[in-house]
């Protein structure tokens, strides 16, 4: 079985600028999350998806953050305009129903660093 | 709401040393308890889960109890191995969706 993909690893840009992330969950899985993780610290949740709605976003800086799941398969969260303070991993997550107590499988995540 | 607490590292260990790496929680229901690996430029792997009082959890030599009445969950291996070497995350989810908090994770070091 295929892993949650992630592109691109690693993102160099100047703050201002924008930038996006590619997430493929694992076939079949209905919930896909993306979430923050600044270094030292445990990765937060920004965004939940069920299919293509969403089921939780309280998180999510709205102002400069967006994200979409069209057709309920890939993701692509986006940036615009990036801080400094958005330096960190952005890992992508899915689960087969997203039912509690069911564990979710992680991509490898893409390292984001603002200069 | 929910939070996590584990234990600060770096937990630096020998070869064949018992480990244990701390963990308690704060939750408002009735959660199910994980504890994830990620080693080092990758992401994270599920090691072990509990999703009832009393459970426990093991792999690869690993194993964790869901203690209830001490809201607590450690992780635990009796002989590590220098493979063992990476940061630990416990999480929890609470409620209808699997939405987990994590704690702020634990990085183990093991010598040879």
């Known amino acids: 079985e295929a892993g949650v993909a992630q592109s691109p690893r690693y993102k160099i840009i100047e703050k201002r600028q924008s930038v996006a992330f590619w997430c493929n969950p694992i076939?079949?899985?209905?919930?896909l999350y993306w979430y923050q993780q600044i270094l030292g610290q445990g990765p937060k949740l920004l965004i939940q998806?069920?299919?293509?709605?969403?089921?939780?976003d309280s998180q999510l800086p709205k102002d400069r953050f967006s994200a979409e799941r069209l057709k309920g398969v890939d993701s692509t969260l986006k940036i615009q305009p990036a801080k400094l303070e958005d330096s960190a991993v952005y890992l992508c997550?899915?689960?087969?129903?997203?039912?509690?107590?069911?564990?979710?499988?992680f991509g490898d995540g893409t390292r984001l660093s603002i200069l | 709401g929910n939070s996590v607490t584990q234990m600060e590292g770096p937990v630096t260990l020998s070869e064949e040393a018992f480990l244990t790496i701390n963990c308690t929680y704060t939750?408002?229901?009735?959660?199910?308890l994980f504890w994830y690996v990620q080693y080092p430029g990758e992401g994270l792997q599920l090691l072990l889960k509990?999703?009832?009082?009393?459970d426990k959890g093991s792999n690869k030599g690993f194993e964790a109890t869901y203690r209830k009445e001490t809201t607590s969950f450690h992780l635990e291996k009796g002989s590590v191995q220098v493979s063992d070497s990476a940061v630990y995350f416990c999480a929890l989810s609470d409620g209808g969706y699997s939405t987990l908090t994590f704690g702020k994770g634990t990085m183990l070091l093991v010598s040879p």
């Open positions: 997550a899915s689960s087969p129903t997203g039912e509690a107590g069911q564990p979710q499988h």
């Open positions: 076939s079949g899985h209905a919930t």
């Open positions: 939750a408002t229901g009735y959660p199910s």
């Open positions: 998806f069920q299919n293509n709605g969403v089921v939780d």
């Open positions: 509990a999703t009832k009082a009393d």
